[in-house]
């Protein structure tokens, strides 16, 4: 009797998890159809931690690239938005090639944004308090009927939205930097 009891509370707790994720994420993707939604994305899987010594932002052969599942990461992000059919204005991106080609795979266009760029390595940690100024006041100044997609790293994600993130991960907020939710495909 014991073990059914047990075992039924553990399909129970299974399916309202499933359900209530389900319902959590139905209702994300109706908030990013209505628009005027500020999107983060961070950069799809590129295994490894920040940059290599000899890391060169105009040479992507430097620096921690997609690998095959990110390039495929990147691509289910970009069918995620067309089957939902998620208005986007414009979807800007960091300088690093992983960022890009993020953007690339999963939108096609895009244009790169240098707020948007790394802070981790000491090479650019000086940067941070001048790109999170120039990033906060060019979203307090976007306005669009449609979302705004913005693919970038870990640590500006983290020092917007106090919020940890997984390569590929959607973190939506609304116009007032108020965090909605996540995705993880």
Request: include cysteine; proline fraction near 2%; hydrophobic fraction near 40%.
């Amino acid at each position: 009797m014991f073990k059914n009891l047990k075992s039924t509370i553990i399909f129970l707790l299974f399916f309202i998890s499933f359900y209530s994720n389900l319902y959590s994420n139905e209702r994300l993707i109706n908030d990013l159809k209505e628009g005027e939604k500020i999107i983060f994305i961070r950069h799809a899987l590129a295994p490894g931690s920040g940059d290599p010594a000899n890391f060169d932002l105009s040479n992507c052969s430097t620096q921690r690239n997609l690998n095959i599942e990110g390039v495929k990461q990147s691509k289910k992000i970009g069918k995620f938005f067309l089957k939902n059919n998620i208005p986007i204005d414009q979807v800007l991106t960091s300088e690093w090639c992983r960022c890009k080609d993020t953007s690339k795979y999963a939108f096609k266009n895009y244009e790169t944004f240098s707020p948007l760029n790394s802070f981790f390595s000491k090479k650019f940690e000086k940067n941070k308090e001048s790109q999170m100024i120039n990033l906060l006041n060019f979203l307090k100044k976007w306005n669009s009927k449609k979302n705004l997609v913005l693919v970038t790293h870990y640590v500006v994600i983290l020092e917007i939205t106090d919020q940890s993130v997984s390569s590929g991960e959607i973190v939506i907020l609304d116009k007032n930097l108020n965090l909605l939710g996540t995705i993880i495909l």
